[in-house]
């Protein structure tokens, strides 16, 4: 099993900045990837952001040069720096982790809101 807790959301007008902040516990050997997706009251969950135990990252068009998916191996923590940010990105925001296996994991969400 793997646990995943979410840290970072909260309130910020257009324009700024949040980093959301993963941390993984637990069997987290076999994961060969994580990420972060989102939902908005009204839509389905949609990715955000994955970056594989090989270092390749994938990043959803909507986010594409404001937003970085990064790692720190030591501490087991993902981490998404979120700049220049949009109305249309206020969701709750969900880490992700995924097994050779396709298992999934997720975190229990951290609410984002952009709004002036």
């Known amino acids: 099993q793997v646990q995943l807790v979410e840290s970072g959301g909260g309130l910020v007008q257009p324009g700024g900045s949040l980093r959301l902040s993963c941390a993984a516990s637990g069997s987290i050997f076999g994961l060969v990837a994580m990420g972060w997706y989102r939902q908005a009251p009204g839509k389905e969950r949609e990715l955000v952001a994955t970056l594989t135990s090989g270092g390749s990252a994938n990043y959803a068009d909507s986010v594409k040069g404001r937003f970085t998916i990064s790692r720190d191996n030591a501490k087991n923590t993902v981490f998404l720096q979120m700049n220049s940010l949009k109305p249309e990105d206020t969701a709750v925001y969900y880490c992700?982790?995924?097994?050779?296996?396709?298992?999934?994991?997720w975190g229990q969400g951290t609410q984002v809101t952009v709004s002036s």
């Open positions: 992700n982790g995924r097994e050779v296996t396709s298992a999934m994991y």
